[in-house]
């Protein structure tokens, strides 16, 4: 049964350390930036996780309700090994001490060996506070002597997925080959029906329809069909070239 975890870290049940736990600002920034890359790595055994770090609501054709249902058929879509949501105000979203300590805390119980984060440039503050959130809570996340659940733990690495507001031509520092998990990615995207179908244009070219030129574009410049960009700030080490396209 799919559940989305409202606990408190300290309450939250045990489970296995993840291998990735991506981070959103708002139930269906995850789906956006990297549900193709989600469901590759969960196909290929990884557990992955998602925290939503707010309800997503208010929006104009949304409700609380209706935003947990479409979470939910977007989390069963993509097949993921948890989901949870930290309980934080959307539109009002800040890099608190306490909002730090709560996403660290998340850190220390859920363990991922790997974070995602939004893409440190964007238009919406609530995505730019999400990412400076994030990097001090994988730094607080090791900090000993403190009231924090679980044991001090420092994920290996912080990652950036793009689900930017800015029209702006990034330059990612790699691309995912998502070319069979594009429908996939599509259907989890679609689940969000208030967000992204109702109130929109029904005429082509839809919102779904510029994901899709977009994730074509991506994969145009791997030589696949489909793709996923991604940046980070810390150099990548490889064990052998033998997995670059």
């Known amino acids: 049964m799919t559940t989305i975890h409202t606990e408190a870290p300290a309450d939250l049940p045990s489970t296995d350390p993840?291998?990735?736990?991506?981070?959103?600002?708002?139930?269906?920034?995850?789906?956006?930036?990297?549900?193709?890359t989600i469901a590759k790595m969960q196909s290929m055994g990884w557990r992955v996780g998602i925290l939503d770090l707010t309800s997503g609501e208010p929006t104009p054709h949304g409700s609380e309700s209706l935003r947990?249902?479409?979470?939910l058929l977007a989390t069963e879509t993509l097949g993921i090994s948890w989901r949870g949501n930290a309980g934080l105000p959307n539109r009002k979203l800040e890099h608190t001490l306490d909002a730090r300590e709560l996403v660290a805390s998340y850190?220390?119980?859920?363990?991922?060996?790997?974070?995602f984060a939004p893409y440190w440039q964007d238009a919406h503050p609530d995505h730019i506070a999400a990412t400076e959130m994030i990097e001090a809570a994988r730094f607080w996340a090791k900090l000993s002597k403190t009231n924090m659940p679980g044991e001090r733990f420092?994920?290996?690495?912080?990652f950036y997925y793009y689900c930017i507001h800015l029209r702006m031509a990034v330059t990612p520092d790699?691309?995912?080959?998502?070319?069979?998990?594009?429908?996939?990615?599509?259907?989890?995207?679609?689940?969000?029906?208030?967000?992204?179908v109702h109130g929109r244009e029904p005429q082509p070219p839809t919102f779904i329809d510029r994901l899709r030129d977009e994730?074509?574009?991506w994969g145009r410049l791997i030589n696949r069909q489909y793709g996923e960009p991604f940046a980070t700030k810390e150099p990548l080490g490889l064990r052998s070239l033998?997995?670059?396209l």
């Open 18 to 36: 993840l291998d990735m736990l991506v981070v959103a600002p708002h139930p269906d920034d995850a789906e956006l930036g990297m549900g193709g």
């Open 68 to 71: 947990r249902k479409e979470t």
């Open 107 to 115: 850190f220390r119980v859920l363990r991922p060996r790997w974070i």
């Open 154 to 158: 420092h994920p290996e690495r912080v």
């Open 174 to 196: 790699w691309i995912v080959d998502i070319s069979e998990q594009w429908e996939t990615k599509r259907a989890s995207i679609e689940a969000y029906q208030s967000q992204f």
């Open 215 to 217: 994730a074509a574009n």
């Open 242 to 244: 033998e997995g670059i």
